[in-house]
């Protein structure tokens, strides 16, 4: 891969969008890069064995708005996830992306996810034989470390051996998965979030790019953790709980370039998709339901929400549902004299 793509996607890796399964579909992807032009967006993770042995290719759809856009693999075999690698790198991906720390059940009784955490050298192996498939960037995102590991020494042995296996790009997600005893949603708050250790990585290997991710809820933050050196924040519920917030400044604050996106006309501009969406015969919460937060902390939010969560379940509904939602914005707009 050219070296200028490669340097492109990493200034992209700035800030990111975390991999969530269910919530980073391709609309909400489409939707995030509409508030933020320059961030990079992850898709859910998409397993190996779904696209190898299942055929699933419909998984790697999304659309051309959407870059730079990563895929998330999941697995643990190493010529399985190169020929998933190849397929996303064929499918247009610009990054190709190994899942080093998802915890859920599903996922450890297939051998991927954070349990890996406790297999570095087959890591290196997925990563060296993913990377002879494809020229694309692979990267990584992984926890501190699962269960009883020592963080202080399992995290830089893992990166060691990552990066000696070829991998230059990292996110980690700055607390363990405990696999024993806790739900995937309860693996996001309850192990305490040592950001501190990730910081020091960054200076134990100054040459890996290192994205820091969990519990980051501003922009603010994510400034302050770019100027203490780390090379990324990447952000997941806040990003989609609040997308105006996390991504509508994101261009001009973060990359330096372009204005605040405002979100009405966002959904303005979401139209035309979602006519497009309806005509090839899909329903319009599917994609209302990632536009929810938009106005989130605004005036009107609360409207907004109840109108296009009610009235985009119901059959047949189309546009007039997002106009009539954005009338109530239009509505509760602050007076100048109440400014
Ligand atoms: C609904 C949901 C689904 C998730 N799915 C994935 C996933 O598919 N792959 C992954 O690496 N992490 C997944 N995560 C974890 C996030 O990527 C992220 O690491 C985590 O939420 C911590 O970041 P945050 O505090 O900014 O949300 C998921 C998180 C949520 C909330």
């Given amino acids: 891969m050219p070296d200028a793509k490669i340097s492109e996607i990493r200034t992209a890796a700035r800030l990111s969008v975390a991999p969530m399964m269910d919530w980073t579909d391709r609309h909400c992807r489409y939707l995030h890069r509409l508030l933020s032009s320059q961030s990079l967006l992850y898709t859910e993770m998409v397993t190996a064995p779904a696209l190898v042995r299942g055929g699933a290719l419909h998984l790697l759809e999304h659309n051309s708005q959407e870059h730079p856009v990563a895929l998330q693999l999941g697995g643990s075999d190493p010529c399985e996830l190169a020929q998933a690698a190849e397929m996303g790198a064929s499918a247009g991906y610009d990054e190709i992306n190994l899942n080093c720390g998802c915890p859920s059940d599903r996922v450890q009784s297939g051998t991927f996810g954070a349990v890996l955490m406790r297999e570095p050298a087959r890591v290196a192996e997925c990563i060296a034989a993913m990377q002879e498939a494809v020229e694309v960037e692979v990267t990584l995102k992984c926890r501190i470390g699962v269960d009883e590991q020592e963080p202080e020494e399992v995290l830089p042995a893992f990166l060691k051996q990552i990066s000696a296996a070829g991998c230059q790009r990292v996110t980690i997600h700055a607390r363990k998965a405990w696999l024993q005893g806790l739900s995937p949603k309860e693996n996001r708050d309850i192990p305490p979030l040592d950001y501190d250790l990730v910081h020091r990585m960054k200076a134990e290997f100054p040459d890996l790019h290192i994205s820091i991710n969990g519990g980051i809820t501003t922009l603010a933050q994510a400034q302050e953790h770019l100027e203490a050196g780390l090379d990324g924040v990447m952000i997941g519920r806040a990003a989609y709980h609040q997308p105006t917030d996390i991504l509508a400044g994101a261009d001009p604050l973060i990359f330096g ?83």
């Fill in 257 to 339: 370039t372009g204005a605040v996106a405002e979100p009405i006309e966002v959904v303005q501009k979401m139209l035309p998709y979602v006519d497009a969406h309806l005509a090839d015969g899909g329903r319009l919460h599917q994609i209302t339901r990632h536009m929810l937060g938009l106005f989130a902390g605004r005036p009107g939010a609360r409207g907004w929400r109840r109108i296009l969560s009610e009235g985009a379940v119901r059959d047949h509904a189309g546009p007039e549902v997002i106009l009539q939602a954005l009338n109530s914005i239009a509505s509760n707009a602050p007076t100048e004299q109440a400014v």
